[in-house]
Nanobody
Framework: QVQLVESGGGLVQPGGSLRLSCAAS????????ARWYRQAPGNERELVAT???????TYEDSVKGRFSISRDNAKNTVWLQMNSLKPEDTAVYYC???????????????????WGPGTQVIVSS
């Protein structure tokens, strides 16, 4: 089994910053592309940022220049640095990744695409 857990959310004033973390655990062979999504109340989940294993990044237009996604392959961890936060950034943020992991036999690989439980970000004065 492979799992993701997010952390780092909280309450921040407009213009402030937060750094979200997403840690993968389990019988991992390699973590490939990873993504951050967010879902605000009443809205559909939207893709915020993506990073490939080699570090190529893409961003949703509204966060370009403010958010930065990064990763440490050795630690199976991905971060989302969020600066100049706005009230409209308020949402639950989720991590998702493509992970090659071992089955119970310890030798067979399987592709997992787990989701974390999410971390709440509230931007408000």
């Amino acid at each position: 089994q492979v799992q993701l857990v997010e952390s780092g959310g909280g309450l921040v004033q407009p213009g402030g910053s937060l750094r979200l973390s997403c840690a993968a655990s389990g019988s991992i062979f390699s973590t490939n592309a990873a993504r951050w999504y967010r879902q605000a109340p009443g809205n559909e989940r939207e893709l915020v940022a993506t990073i490939t294993r080699r570090g190529i990044t893409t961003y949703e237009d509204s966060v370009k220049g403010r958010f930065s996604i990064s990763r440490d392959n050795a630690k199976n961890t991905v971060w989302l640095q969020m600066n100049s936060l706005k009230p409209e950034d308020t949402a639950v943020y989720y991590c998702n990744a493509d992970i090659l992991g071992y089955l119970e036999d310890g030798a067979t690989l399987r592709l997992y695409t787990p989701w974390g439980p999410g971390t709440q970000v509230i931007v408000s004065s």
